[in-house]
């Protein structure tokens, strides 16, 4: 069975640290673009970095200075490093690929910073 699961969330205090996981199985995703998104209560689920094949990333700007996304394509792994963490970064994050394939979405990992 191919599947993405995410790990790593958590509650954590303004201006602290999480590192996300997303571990594959089933097949390499090495070939894939792949992504973490994020979805808050009531709102659309978005796009928060990007790292390629290649390894070049991108990121949304809310998010720019303190989140850093990684892979281990051996690993068959995606990490998203989170710093300086801000109540506006709650939310379930996700990865995928990217662009996306429907069937890949997972449970997600529930983030949610407070005080």
């Known amino acids: 069975q191919v599947q993405l699961v995410e790990s790593g969330g958590g509650l954590v205090h303004p201006g602290g640290s999480l590192r996300l996981s997303c571990a594959a199985s089933g097949r390499s995703f090495s070939i894939y673009a792949m992504g973490w998104f994020r979805q808050a209560p009531g709102k659309q689920r978005d796009l928060v970095a990007t790292i390629t094949r290649g390894g070049s990333t991108v990121y949304t700007d809310s998010v720019k200075g303190r989140f850093t996304i990684s892979r281990d394509n051996a690993r068959n792994t995606v990490d998203l490093q989170m710093n300086s963490l801000k109540p506006e970064d709650t939310a379930v994050y996700y990865c995928?690929?990217?662009?996306?394939?429907?069937?890949?979405w997972g449970q997600g990992t529930q983030v949610t910073v407070s005080s």
């Open positions: 995928n690929t990217v662009p996306v394939m429907n069937i890949y």
